[in-house]
C-alpha cells in the first residue's frame, strides 16, 4: 500500500512555480521522502529526495515539515515539459524493506502556455 | 554511457506462452528491481534484489520468476500461470543504501494476445 497522500491532478502556468503538496503521516523516522517523475510512457525519473532537510538541486525544491508528515515539492519555474505524473514517495529504510519505493498513483501536473 | 537497458521497447505473445524481459546496466548498482505499471496506476514491486545470487519478492510475484546470476543483469520472466501480464514493465537499479534513488530503464510494453 502507497505510504503517501497525494491530490489527483494540478495544474500551473508556464513561468510560475509550481508546488506539489504530499502527505506522508506515517513516516517513519529514517524514511527518505523521494519524489519522481512520469511521462507518459516513459521510465519514471528521479527528481529530488530528502530526510528532515529541505533540500535544493538544479531541477526542484523540496520542503519538510518539521515534523515531517508533509512535504512540498517546487518546480521554480515551470516549463510546458515538465507536464508530468509526479510520485511522492517514502522509501524502506532497511532490512527486508532496504531500497524499496513505494509509489502512489502520483499527481498528474499540467503546465499550459 | 552509463544507464539501464531494456530491450525489447515492444513484446507481443500469445497466451500460455513464457516471455524473458531482459534488463541491464552498467553503473556497478548492487540492488536491481521489476516493476510493473497498469493504465493510469502506480509502480507495483514485483521482485527485487540486494545482491548477485539473491532476490526477493514483491508485492505482486505472482506469476513471475527472476535470476540474479550476474550484477549487471536481472532477467523477469512471465510465466503462463501469470493471468493478467499485459503490462508496462519497468527495470530499476540503485546502490545498497536508503539514501541513493533509483535509477530506471526506458521500460518494456508486453500485450498477451
Known amino acids: 500500500d502507497a505510504k503517501t497522500t497525494q491530490p489527483p491532478s494540478m495544474d500551473c502556468a508556464e513561468g510560475r512555480a509550481a508546488n506539489l503538496p504530499c502527505n506522508h503521516s506515517t513516516i517513519s523516522g529514517n524514511e527518505y521522502v523521494y519524489w519522481y517523475r512520469q511521462i507518459h510512457s516513459q521510465g519514471p525519473q528521479y527528481i529530488i529526495h530528502g530526510l528532515k532537510n529541505n533540500e535544493t538541486n538544479e531541477m526542484a525544491s523540496l520542503i519538510i515539515t518539521e515534523d515531517r508528515k508533509s512535504s512540498t515539492l517546487i518546480l521554480p519555474h515551470a516549463t510546458l515539459r515538465d507536464t508530468a505524473v509526479y510520485y511522492c514517495?517514502?522509501?524502506?529504510?532497511?532490512?527486508?524493506?532496504?531500497?524499496?519505493?513505494?509509489f502512489g498513483r502520483g499527481t498528474q501536473l499540467t503546465v499550459w502556455p | 554511457d552509463g544507464g539501464i537497458t531494456q530491450s525489447p521497447k515492444y513484446l507481443f505473445r500469445k497466451e500460455g506462452q513464457n516471455v524473458t524481459l531482459s534488463c541491464e546496466q552498467n553503473?556497478?548498482?548492487?540492488?536491481m528491481y521489476w516493476y510493473r505499471q497498469d493504465p493510469g496506476q502506480g509502480l507495483r514491486l514485483i521482485y527485487y534484489s540486494q545482491i548477485v545470487n539473491d532476490f526477493q519478492k514483491g508485492d505482486i510475484a505472482e506469476g513471475y520468476s527472476v535470476s540474479r546470476e550476474k550484477k549487471e543483469s536481472f532477467p523477469l520472466t512471465v510465466t503462463s500461470a501469470q493471468k493478467n501480464p499485459t503490462a508496462f514493465y519497468l527495470c530499476a537499479s540503485s546502490r545498497r543504501d536508503p539514501s541513493h534513488e533509483q535509477f530506471f530503464g526506458p521500460g518494456t510494453r508486453l500485450t498477451v494476445l
Open positions: 514517495i517514502v522509501s524502506g529504510n532497511g532490512g527486508s524493506t532496504l531500497g524499496r519505493l513505494y
Open positions: 553503473l556497478n548498482h548492487d540492488a
